[in-house]
């Protein structure tokens, strides 16, 4: 039976937190990166952490961070999963013994499955758009149809949104979706109305994907 994850990305507030999780958000991801428009301070961060339900996965979001800086991170909060969108190796990744996924900002798809393979420690691979300079957040999605098989579980991120999610899913049957842009408001703001449309969205294509079986 199909049931595609969902993570909500960029949030920096209680009240967000707390709506994606009552509309049964699978995880919540926290920037820890400073020159994001949604960076949340880790202290801040943790207030958020600590009221979550058990099964709703907190995950931190680096770029390039500092050894120092993911220790001090780890040491003031308790985050369950470790998300890399820098150009971190495999045994920097690993060397902070949590568990972690993997970013790659796709620009040749077909170099994929080579990059990932770079990766072998990682629990999975967040696919993303590819832009100049930046480090996800973008609104630009990926060409689907280019995403080569991948012998990990994948999370789809890159421009996703309630109106396109459904044949996103559709065309790569991910893990995971991850969106952060699609459901705001402003940069760093959830709009609730769309978080819940996403929602909707994911279980509906998996609904038909599951009629289709």
Not at 123 to 141: I, N
Request: with cysteine; proline share 4%.
């Amino acid at each position: 039976m199909t049931r595609t994850r969902i993570k909500i990305c960029g949030i920096t507030n209680s009240r967000d937190a707390e709506f994606a999780v009552a509309c049964e958000a699978d995880a919540l991801g926290f920037n820890l990166y400073e020159d994001s428009p949604r960076y949340i301070d880790v202290m801040a961060a943790d207030k958020i952490i600590r009221q979550l339900p058990p099964f709703v996965i907190s995950v931190a979001l680096f770029v390039n961070h500092s050894d120092d800086e993911v220790h001090f991170a780890l040491k003031k909060s308790s985050f369950d999963l470790l998300q890399f969108n820098g150009d971190e190796t495999n045994d920097y990744c690993r060397s902070f013994g949590k568990p972690f996924i993997k970013v790659f900002r796709v620009e040749a798809p077909w170099e994929l499955e080579e990059r990932v393979n770079e990766f072998p420690h990682s629990r999975g691979v967040l696919l993303d758009a590819f832009v100049e300079g930046e480090y996800g957040g973008t609104g630009k999605t990926i060409d689907w149809k280019g995403i080569p098989a991948i012998n990990r579980p994948v999370v789809l991120a890159g421009g996703l949104n309630a109106d396109n999610v459904g044949l996103a899913i559709e065309q790569v049957r991910p893990f995971a979706v991850d969106v952060s842009s699609g459901v705001e408001s402003e940069k760093g703001i959830k709009d609730h109305g769309k978080i819940a449309s996403f929602i909707r969205a994911v279980r509906a294509a998996d609904s038909e994907a599951n009629n289709e079986q």
